[in-house]
């Protein structure tokens, strides 16, 4: 069965102590948004030339932000609301605006589209962070403008951010897949595969329906985010006790972000010094109402990892990133959204935290209990807090407190967006990096979002 994606009310969370309200994606498709008709007849008085199509694309990215009512959309005399809409550019380069431009950043996110300009143009609600909010703001544009009396394919935009995209961002990368039942050395039955530079071709308006919003449809109900933090009050580097299934205890941390995937360090998988897997128990914890942790063992099918991660002698950090895919159905834990930060979510000292099993936690509690010593003070999830410090085209810094154990952790954001002047505000959390050590790693660029959900491999 498909899984849901869920999304906290940040309104709701405020009077629901412990308890988030959430949207049931599994229940939006395109026939269950209210106030779709009339966005489709919106859409034809506009002169779209394929207003079902259309309204089943933007439906599909409604759904993708947890929304489940066009309403407000459409409303001529809703004034646009959202931060930076009118700086909505024409990211395809194709002389219009409309709802492919939205798609854009969809598609970027899913590693499938590089962008040739600067980032900051996706960035819509200029939080620092490109994630799947920008795309719902470039949506809320377009039909908001066609609300207004502006005609399809005369919408304005304007003009690209000065900058460049990142030298990084369509480095063509070679990855390891290493199945677990070939035990701890290499095997001659690894798979070398390499994720190249080419770009995706974004669907015309006339193949949505038939192609791409049927394919995305699936995909986001195959996506689970799961917002089940308790409401423990938290300090900067101070560690927090949490509740919250969506990261995986291995000989490390790991956040889950798929249906069947685990991202991780490379360095949990692979030891550089042995030349060997490394292989451990990997486990998921859910807590009971009393705060005990109860451990769910998972099956490996196989390891993936940079090819350079093992084979370079000097730049492999940041190739410190792995996938662990299990046979296990990890739906019920929820998962976490990427995001591409931007370098300004360093001076603009962008605040992060961390999610992790350190060994340190809590090292002061000895409980009888039947798991091997060295696991009693890795069965808590905890919480550290902190702003980002630093920035390159490959890492980010932050101050928030990690410790042995924490390698691998999501290194995570929270972003939020509000759709018209009355609706609840949304709240998620993005995985910005991937913490390899000291509140560091590598963060998230177009290869690791290909590695991540564009890999015919996994
Ligand atoms: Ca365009
Ligand atoms: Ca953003």
Request: with cysteine; aromatic share 12%; charged share 20%.
């Amino acid at each position: 069965m498909k899984k849901l994606r869920l999304i906290s009310l940040l309104a709701a969370a405020a009077v629901t102590q412990g308890l988030c309200t959430a949207v049931n994606a599994e229940n939006l498709n395109t026939a269950q948004i209210r106030g779709k008709d009339a966005l489709t007849a919106l859409l034809s008085s506009a002169g779209a030339a394929d207003p079902d199509a259309e309204t089943a694309q933007i439906c599909a990215i409604l759904s993708q932000a947890g929304i489940d009512d066009v309403s407000s959309l459409i409303n001529p005399g809703t004034p646009l609301t959202s931060v930076g809409q009118s700086d909505c550019k024409d990211l395809n380069d194709d002389g219009v605006f409309d709802a492919v431009d939205s798609m854009y950043i969809l598609h970027f996110l899913q590693g499938k589209k590089n962008y040739q300009h600067a980032y900051s143009d996706m960035d819509a609600n200029h939080d620092d962070i490109i994630d799947q909010t920008d795309a719902y703001c470039y949506t809320e544009y377009y039909v908001k403008m066609l609300a207004l009396g502006y005609s399809s394919g005369n919408i304005p935009y304007s003009a690209h951010n000065t900058g460049s995209a990142p030298t990084v961002a369509s480095e063509s990368r070679t990855y390891i897949k290493h199945a677990a039942a070939d035990g701890v050395n290499p095997s001659s039955n690894d798979v070398f595969y390499t994720l190249g530079t080419s770009n995706y071709a974004i669907p015309t308006p006339s193949d949505w329906f038939a192609t791409y919003a049927t394919e995305f449809l699936e995909s986001i109900n195959e996506t689970s985010s799961n917002d089940s933090e308790s409401d423990i009050q938290t300090r900067t580097n101070d560690y927090t006790v949490i509740q919250d299934s969506r990261v995986i205890r291995s000989n490390g941390t790991g956040a889950i972000i798929g249906e069947h995937i685990i991202l991780t360090n490379a360095h949990c998988v692979y030891n550089r010094d042995t030349g060997n897997y490394v292989y451990t128990d990997y486990c998921a914890f859910t807590y009971s109402s009393d705060n005990k942790p109860i451990r769910h063992d998972l099956s490996v099918v196989s390891y993936h990892i940079p090819e350079l991660y093992v084979s370079s002698t000097t730049g492999y950090i940041q190739y410190d990133y792995a996938l662990v895919v299990v046979s296990d159905d990890l739906s019920d834990y929820g998962s976490f959204t990427l995001g591409a930060p931007l370098d300004t979510a360093y001076s603009h000292q962008k605040e992060v935290y961390i999610e992790s099993f350190p060994q340190e936690y809590p090292c002061y509690t000895v409980e009888p209990d039947d798991y091997p010593v060295n696991w009693r003070y890795r069965k808590y999830l905890v919480k550290s807090e902190g702003y980002i410090t630093g920035a390159d085209e490959e890492f980010i810094w932050s101050n928030a407190r990690t410790a042995n154990g924490s390698s691998g952790a999501p290194i995570l954001c929270s972003t939020s967006y509000q759709s018209g002047s009355h609706q609840p505000i949304y709240s998620y959390d993005v995985q910005i990096a991937i913490m390899r050590g000291s509140g560091f790693g590598p963060r998230i660029i177009r290869p690791i979002l290909r590695f991540c959900f564009d890999n015919p491999f996994l």
